[in-house]
């Protein structure tokens, strides 16, 4: 079975833990099956698809921001296409169809299965993709659907539902209100599993109403052109050929505080949290290196992170997303291919320069790539670990104790011997993301 896994998504709804860097997927935050570990989404659904579905080709289509969290929570040598930039499911399915076509050469007939890659669901869940398969290969349809039978009115999931008034038709509601929401239930409705099934020359056909199919890199280079929206709005809901399979059983966004903790197995997660015997109902993660003290309180969860503290009520997170939106904020968390950063502290000035000060952590046979800076300067210290430093094609040994000043436009490159640990301050104009930087191939 060839799978599509779509993990391209920013998640605010999971703040302050969630960000652009750090997305909802990649919080290991589930049970997982080794005792008194945890996992990730992402890590979850991998397991549950390699022990569901034999020998299933799975590529995940992402971005550059989560390609090294990816890579860190799966393994570097999962098949991963790279968005150039990050757009909805549309374009980004597109994309991963055309990546098996041109670089893993699939034929036409091909039978496709994409969905997205931080679902919650029972393997019964993916059971039901070889259904989809089945029903992809007879050529009746030409796009299958995955739908749960809802278990109450939400206003947060869509709708699919068999029409008799349309000729048999099923019809598309997307998060509905409350009262329709019931009374869709009524009629028979089924939630919307974001999931599809189809033969691969069915999108590639549709791939060349945009650009020619001259290369792979020819719609790399030509990303933008693509229409920005849903896969649902630009394909599923125009297509009368449609077919629907039903999974019975638990599937659940994890998308809110309120319904990720109801799969908690434990009240608190991170060091030195206290929760008062006063408390009911109440979950406590703290990832900060201070401690947490909760009392009196009822049906809420609190979350401390560097990125910011939340206290709410469990039912109103669901409404975080509103709030979060105001709040503009340089990521304090990512994780990348070669290890992670933390931001340790971050200031603006009035003229426009910048002061950042991170604590790299660079994992032993890794390497920051060789780089240089058009206006910022860099200091970087090493605290602990052993690491090859090259400074404009000079290389020396570094170790815990050096401190290395790194001018504006010279190319400098770090190869970690064994694990190392850094404090970095970056003064400048502005900050890495905007600074325009060039990089270049270094062979260690």
């Not at 055309?98 to 091909?110: I, V």
């Not at 659907?145 to 598309?172: C, M, Q």
């Not at 890794?366 to 400074?391: C, D, N, P, Q």
Request: proline share 3%.
């Amino acid at each position: 079975m060839h799978i599509i896994l779509l993990s391209g998504g920013s998640g605010k709804r999971l703040w302050p833990l969630s960000n652009d860097a750090m997305s909802k997927q990649f919080l290991k935050l589930l049970p997982s099956k080794s005792e008194g570990a945890k996992e990730s989404m992402v890590q979850r659904v991998y397991a549950q698809i390699r022990r569901t579905i034999d020998k299933a080709d799975i590529v995940v289509s992402t971005n550059n921001i989560q390609r090294g969290i990816l890579e860190r929570q799966l393994g570097s040598d999962i098949d991963i296409v790279l968005e150039p930039e990050r757009r909805n499911t549309f374009p980004a399915i597109l994309l991963a169809c055309a990546y098996y076509y041109f670089k893993k050469k699939l034929d036409m007939e091909s039978p496709i299965i994409v969905l997205p890659i931080d679902v919650f669901a029972d393997d019964q869940y993916f059971e039901c993709l070889k259904s989809m398969e089945e029903i992809v290969v007879k050529g009746k349809s030409n796009i299958v659907l995955l739908g749960t039978v809802p278990t109450y009115p939400s206003e947060k999931y869509g709708y699919i539902l068999h029409s008799e008034k349309k000729n048999g038709l099923w019809i598309f509601e997307e998060k509905p209100e409350l009262n329709r929401a019931k009374q869709l239930m009524e009629e028979g409705a089924l939630w919307n599993c974001g999931v599809f099934g189809f033969k691969l020359g069915y999108v590639i056909n549709i791939l060349n109403k945009f650009v020619s199919l001259d290369s792979y890199e020819n719609l790399i280079n030509n990303y933008n052109i693509f229409v920005n929206n849903s896969f649902d709005y630009e394909v599923v809901e125009k297509e009368s050929k449609l077919d629907v399979v039903i999974y019975r059983g638990n599937w659940k966004d994890l998308g809110t505080w309120n319904t990720l903790t109801e799969e908690m197995r434990t009240e608190s997660i991170g060091q030195d949290v206290i929760i008062a015997d006063t408390c009911k109902n109440v979950h406590v993660l703290n990832m900060l290196d201070i401690p947490v003290i909760v009392m009196g309180i009822k049906d809420a969860v609190v979350v401390g992170s560097h990125d910011g503290i939340l206290v709410s009520n469990k039912e109103e997170s669901s409404y975080l997303k509103k709030y979060t939106d105001r709040i503009l904020q340089y990521p304090m968390y990512e994780s990348k291919i070669w290890g992670e950063y933390r931001v340790i502290d971050y200031t603006s000035e009035e003229n426009g320069r910048m002061s950042i000060t991170k604590r790299l952590n660079i994992k032993a046979g890794m390497s920051l790539s060789y780089r240089f800076h058009v206006t910022r300067t860099e200091v970087w210290v090493i605290v602990r670990g052993k690491a090859k430093l090259v400074l404009d094609g000079e290389q020396r040994l570094i170790s815990a104790g050096d401190s290395i000043v790194i001018r504006p436009m010279v190319k400098h490159a770090l190869r970690a011997i064994s694990n190392t640990e850094l404090l970095e301050i970056q003064m400048g104009e502005n900050d890495s993301i905007q600074i325009p930087s060039e990089r270049l191939e270094y062979e260690w």
